[in-house]
């Protein structure tokens, strides 16, 4: 069982940065894979970065790619998503996951992931 709470959204401008984070509980954080989707108002809960179990892989929506880092730290059984020149394309909660192996079966799909958190809401005016 592994239980997910996140934290550092809020309300930013244009081009400003956040960093969320995502703390787990749990003895088998290692072996598995994170990543965090975001749902805006009225869409589908969509990919926006995964990592593997060990953190030498990691994987991110088209969109997102080079602005956004996610990263992890096994000791300390967290994750997290560095949001930087930050759209207000990019407004939505944004759910940590985590799947039940090192690997997701697909990065890309929510059925990937067993464990979800409860969501932080991140806005960005223009």
């Known amino acids: 069982q592994v239980h997910l709470v996140e934290s550092g959204g809020g309300l930013v401008q244009a081009g400003a940065s956040l960093s969320l984070s995502c703390a787990a509980s749990?003895?088998?954080?290692?072996?598995?894979?994170m990543a965090w989707f975001r749902q805006g108002p009225g869409t589908a809960r969509v990919f926006v970065a995964g990592i593997s179990g060990g953190g030498g892989a990691t994987m991110y929506e088209e969109s997102v790619k080079g602005r956004f880092t996610i990263s992890r730290n096994n000791a300390e059984k967290t994750a997290h998503l560095q949001m930087n020149t930050l759209k207000p394309e990019d407004t939505a909660v944004y759910y940590c996951a985590a799947a039940m192996s090192p690997y997701p079966d697909t990065w890309f799909s929510s059925r990937a992931y067993k464990y979800w958190g409860q969501g932080t809401q991140v806005s960005v005016s223009s």
């Open positions: 749990g003895d088998t954080f290692a072996t598995n894979a």
